[in-house]
């Protein structure tokens, strides 16, 4: 069983729609990151949240964590060609070990 | 810019040969970690180092061997490399506190001849 749950776990959708992709859990989270990774690449920081119920936005992309701190979306706007990439969440969690837990991924592809 | 860096970026060995791939970062962090990814899946913790101190996951195979001889630099050595570690490795750091987020190199991609 996952501890963050992620889905969905693959997307293809056609540039200019928009996406969800969820990341659940039933247990709390200090805080939880958002990575994306591009192909042959490591994966690279996208937002960070911390506080419950906490939105932030990164140009077409907002993130939401839960009131509860147990999950968290990422939505992107009128996706485009260069969204394209694996989308990891991770987590630390709420007094446990501070080694980061991760979902397993939802690999997105936006065609042109 | 600080950062973690991993090197080779492509390493080409052969079956049962030793291979050794090193990580090296410019941010002073306490916590360095090893991963095996394969593809489109989510990276699998395979130990970390927290200062010197030495954590092993449960399901890592005895294969793989890390080496942190300082803050800066950590190693990962496969002793006998089987057909079923061909993957990218991925070196990341971190500071103490949970809630900090890890900071990735970009990767080393092992292929077994």
């Known amino acids: 069983t996952q501890l963050l749950e992620q889905s969905p776990q693959f997307l293809s959708i056609q540039e200019g729609e928009n996406l969800t992709v969820y990341c659940n859990s039933s247990s709390v989270f200090s805080s939880l990151q958002w990575y994306r990774q591009e192909p042959g690449e490591g994966p690279v920081l996208l937002v960070t949240?911390?506080?419950?119920?906490e939105v932030k936005k990164l140009k077409r992309l907002t993130f939401q964590f839960g009131d509860a701190r147990k999950d968290s979306s990422l939505h992107i706007t009128a996706a485009q060609p260069g969204d394209t990439g694996l989308y990891l969440c991770a987590g630390a969690q709420s007094g446990g070990s501070y080694i980061p837990t991760f979902g397993r991924g939802t690999s997105l592809i936006v065609h042109p | 810019d600080a950062m973690v860096i991993q090197n080779p970026r492509y390493q080409v060995t052969q079956f049962g040969k030793p291979v050794t791939l090193s990580c090296s970062q410019t941010?002073?962090?306490?916590?360095m970690y090893w991963y095996q990814q394969k593809s489109s899946q989510a990276p699998k913790l395979l130990f970390h180092?927290?200062?010197?101190?030495?954590?092993n996951e449960a399901d890592t195979p005895d294969n793989f061997q890390s080496r942190r001889p300082n803050t800066s630099f950590c190693f990962l050595d496969i002793r006998s490399p089987g057909l079923g570690d061909a993957a990218m490795y991925l070196c990341?750091?971190?500071?103490?506190?949970?809630?900090?987020?890890?900071?990735f190199g970009d990767g080393t991609r092992l292929s077994i001849l």
């Open positions: 949240v911390v506080t419950g119920g």
């Open positions: 990341a750091t971190s500071g103490r506190q949970g809630n900090q987020p890890q900071h």
């Open positions: 941010l002073n962090h306490n916590v």
């Open positions: 180092y927290y200062d010197k101190d030495f954590n």
